[in-house]
């Protein structure tokens, strides 16, 4: 896994940066209007080369990569660059890969005379006018007609009032001069996939203009009083600005991710180009929404930015005709494997991908699961605490598997975080949750990091070992979400602790030995400075565990506490440091969100089913809206799962964390929520009745979901620490 931009990509994206914000002033982008293009600033980007960015080194181009030409993108996205760019980068490079004497005259002329080519999106065999970008300007137009690539010389410009500028013009093929530049069999392919790179290139655009246009917003936020208080704070004004900047991160790493797919011919990459410039559509129309209401009455008016930003959200997506279109060309792709051509993407340095699974540490474990783990055990892929197979986990303690990375001494393998990775996803392959593993890995690594010598000896080898679970304290009943509202009690005495309260949704408290507890050790200063972390023993005096039984079929815990008394060594952390502590255990919570493994599940499970079910004479799997609605929720898997892999990148990387966590969580639960019922409908009423495989892991995916959003943190707790961190907006809780 690599999610750091690559050293040699960070000179373009700076360098661009820095031009597009000298060049692509928004007055220059105002001087541009109403047509929407700016002569020097096409000549200052010629100049630059930037038009031949993607022009093969044999025709005299860069040869640059697609992932870096997106990074291009994107900062003129954020600029509003009033230029024809992306439609010139893919016609030189048709240019470049038809060769011919027209090609390399037309290279040339836009490089000595600053001519302008741009492309017609779509093919031009049944004549009808059609709107081009950069038409109004142009020079000369690359168009296909199914047999024939040509270069039209345009009779006159014709240049409509459109609604956000970007050249558009109004192009009648057939009345200019045309110029053929192949017809052989391969033309076809070269067009088709020049017409996926303009997707992807201004997918990139509009991550630029949504950042952009999100990040003005907050800015606006922050500066802007009502009744004494910047607006930021408002919960109302923040979340969908959270949200915006969550998506539009979404799209930045999907397009990354579709970028890396192309690159390893996977059998999806052509579904994802769709389904990305889908997406990025979609959170620009969003994002610029939510920026305007924002600015309020102000962001109407012309003389504010804004408005820019509104306006070509929408006129740099739509000249290909509507996005949603591509959602359901995506789901031909992906579902009735329908053909396309696909660009040669240059070197992509990202990935987002596990280890190889043949890693020696990944093969052990796949090994030993084969060994002892019952395929036929009924509740094996059930994301609940009553799951837990003692054998199994002991087994795996016992090999040293359960934690691989911690230190040989604790009972881990020191293994590198690439092993650890590639093993940690054969848990996830053979389908075995292991909740319990997971919440007792957060409580070793506390331990580890601030936890006394003598709590470690006593803890960390039974955890290792297997012998020992821990669970969660973290939540009260009239506290929520709020962590920080603890009221339990716990008071000094000596060198012990005495510990009074209740604590709800202690999962897995039955089996476990220790419970991560939350405490208020200071009631006279702020919430979030009184509090001190424990670790306590379950079996000490004082404790009662009651079950409390939810309609997700999961047991959870209510645990009450009378004159627990426990050693000063089973406190992590300061005395009134808990917040810094819960930080540290909150964000490997937050940041471990695998429900894009049931997405996919619940995809693969009504796509099975639709592939057989006949609706008014033709299968389902056939009906456009099954298409687009299953593509849908593969995009979202793949956003979720990059995300995660952001915050797990991030952590490891020790790179700044921008709540990265809590937007993984906020994007992946929220995804979960609304796909599991959507699928619930498409299915249904199959998808009622309950069961372990076909249409009952959609209902059992609808019954799991309700809850993801809740616990870990509720989305509406999680959206202020982004808008916060992220967008620096005001703090917006008490």
Known sequence: MQLSLPD??????????????????????????????????????????????????????????LFDACLMMEQAGRRLAPAPLAESLVALRVLGEVGGDVARAWIAKVRDEGAILTLALRNVADGKPQLVPGGAVA????????????????????????????????????????????????????????????????????????????????????????????????????????????????????????????????????????????WASRTATNSVAHAIHTFGGYGLSTEYDIQLYHRRAKAWALPLGDPAAELERGGRRLLLNEATSLPEPGAVEIDFEAPDADNTLAGEVRALFDSILDP?????????????????????????????????????????????????????????AGLARGVTGMAGALVQKVGTPELQEEVLPGFARGDFVSCLGFTEPSGGSDVFAAKTRAVRDGDEWVI????????????????LLLTRT?????????????????????????????????????????????????????????VKVMAAALSMEQGGSYYFHQLREMVDAVAEWARDEDRGGTLVIEHPGTLARLAKVHTHAAISEALSARALWTRLAGEPDLAYGPASKVFTTEAFIVDSADLLDLSSPGSLVRGKNGLGVVEIGYRHSTATSIYGGTSEVLRSMVAEKRLGLPRSRA
């Not at 080369?49 to 025709?59: G, I, T, V």
């Not at 969908?240 to 539009?248: F, N, Q, W």
């Not at 202690?506 to 419970?515: K, P, Q, W």
């Not at 509090?531 to 009450?560: Q, S, W």
Request: aromatic share 10%.
């Open 376 to 432: 036929n055990r009924a509740d094996r892929g059930e994301q609940n605490f009553e799951s837990h197979n003692w054998d199994v986990h002991r087994a795996m303690g016992k090999a040293g598997l359960l934690y691989p990375d911690w230190p040989a001494k604790w009972g881990g393998r020191d293994a590198d975080v690439n092993s650890t990775r590639a093993a940690n996803a054969i848990w996830m392959d053979v389908g075995y």
């Open 500 to 515: 009074n309260g209740q604590k709800m949704f202690t999962s897995g408290a039955e089996l476990s030995d220790y419970v």
């Open 522 to 578: 200071d009631p006279d200063v702020a919430k979030h400075k009184g509090l001190t972390l424990f670790l306590v023993p379950l079996k000490v005096k004082g404790v009662e565990i009651h079950p409390v039984h939810t309609f997700m079929d999961e047991r959870t815990n209510a645990t009450f506490y009378e004159d627990v008394r426990i050693p000063d060594r089973y406190r992590l952390g300061d005395v009134n440091g808990g």
């Open 8 to 65: 040699d990509s960070v000179p373009v994206k700076e360098m661009f940066e820095r031009f597009f914000a000298t060049e692509s002033t928004t007055a220059r982008v105002r001087a541009a209007e109403p047509v929407g293009f700016d002569r020097a600033l096409w000549n200052e980007l010629v100049a630059l080369e930037a038009p031949f960015m993607r022009l093969s080194a044999d025709a005299g181009g860069g040869e640059m990569s």
């Open 139 to 278: 020079n000369g137009i690359l168009t296909f007609d199914g047999t024939e690539l040509a270069i039209e010389i345009p009779a006159a410009a014709d240049a409509p009032e459109t609604l956000g500028g970007a050249a558009l013009g109004n192009f009648t093929p057939g009345k200019g001069e045309r110029l053929i530049l192949s017809g052989n069999a391969d033309t076809a392919r070269i067009w088709a996939a020049g017409i996926e790179e303009w997707k992807l290139l201004t997918a990139a655009a509009l991550v630029g203009l949504s950042r952009e246009a999100t990040e003005m917003a907050a800015a606006y936020a922050c500066e802007r009083t009502a009744f004494g208080t910047p607006i930021g704070a408002n919960q109302g004004i923040a979340h969908p600005l959270a949200v915006d900047v969550i998506d539009a991160d979404g799209a930045s790493l999907l397009l990354w991710w579709t970028l890396r797919a192309i690159a390893d011919g996977k059998a999806d990459a052509g579904a994802l180009v769709s389904t990305c410039f889908w």
